[in-house]
C-alpha cells in the first residue's frame, strides 16, 4: 500500500474525504491508453447479495465502485490487460475468479429503479448556474428549493443534515419526509416500523403510522393485527433498499 494525495475533487462529492488515502497499484503506464469503468457507489450495498470492494482513481468520486459484486456478476473496472499489471493486482485478478465461483447460479435480489439518498445533496450544485437550474427542479423537491431561496449551500447543507428521512417522493422528486421525522427514526430502519405498529396500538398517530407502513413496505393491509402478524414473522430478515425503490423487502 502506498499513501498518496486525495484527488481535489473528491471533495465535491464528499467534503469529509481525508487530504490522503492508502491505495494499491494494479498496472503502470498502459501500452495502449484505456480508460477503466467505475459503478455508482452510492447504494451498491442497498442489498444483501451485493458488496462494495474498492474504489479507484476516477472522475466520479471516493465511493465509485472500481471492484464490486452483485449475486454472481462481479465488476472488474481496471483497463489494463493481465499481462500490464502488477504482480500483486494479476493475484487479486485470479482471486476474483476463485472468489465468485461460490455465488454461481445467484441471481441479483433486486432492480436498480432509482439512485440512492446520497445523491439528492449534491444534485444542488445543479442550482450554481443559471443555465443548470432546471435539472435542480426535476429533482428536489420545488418546497425546499423556495424554502431556502434556491442556494446551493444551503439546499445541500439541509439535505445532508436530513439525509436519514430522504426519499423519492410521489412526483419522482427528493424530498424529507415529515412523517418519519415525526416518527423520530431513520426511514430505512425497521425500527421506525416497530415504532409505527407501537403508536397504532396505543391509539396515537394511526393515519401516519399506517402511512408509513404502506409507503415503505409495498404492503397494504387494512387492520393492525395483520401487520403485526407480518412484521414479527418477517423482522430479522427484513431490508431497506433506496436504489431499488426506498422500500424494505424480505430477504430470502
Known sequence: METVPTPSHYGDWEPSTPRTISVWKVHGKLKVKNIGLVADGYGFEDTPDSEWISGGFNTKGPRAAALA????????????????????????????L???????GHRPLQKKVT??????????????????????ERLLDLKILERHEYDADRVRAYLT??????????????????????MGWPNNSVELLAECLRR???????????????????????????????????????????????????AP
Open 69 to 96: 459484486r452483485e449475486a454472481c456478476f462481479f465488476h472488474w473496472g481496471f483497463a489494463a490487460d493481465p499481462e500490464e499489471m502488477t504482480p500483486e493486482a494479476r493475484l487479486v485478478f485470479l482471486n476474483v
Open 98 to 104: 476463485a472468489y465468485m465461483k461460490q455465488f454461481d
Open 115 to 136: 439512485r440512492h439518498r446520497k445523491w439528492a445533496p449534491l444534485y444542488a450544485r445543479y442550482l450554481r448556474t443559471k443555465t443548470s437550474v432546471q435539472y435542480a
Open 161 to 182: 443534515q436530513n439525509l436519514d428521512f430522504v426519499w423519492r417522493g410521489p412526483d419522482r422528486r427528493y424530498t424529507v419526509d415529515e412523517d418519519a421525522k415525526a
Open 200 to 250: 397504532w396500538t396505543a391509539g396515537k398517530d394511526v393515519e401516519r403510522a399506517r402511512r408509513l407502513l404502506r409507503r415503505y413496505t409495498g404492503r397494504k393491509f387494512e387492520d393492525l393485527a395483520s401487520w403485526r402478524r407480518w412484521f414479527e414473522e418477517n423482522r430479522e430478515r427484513l431490508y431497506f433498499s433506496d436504489t431499488a425503490g426506498f422500500r424494505f423487502f424480505v
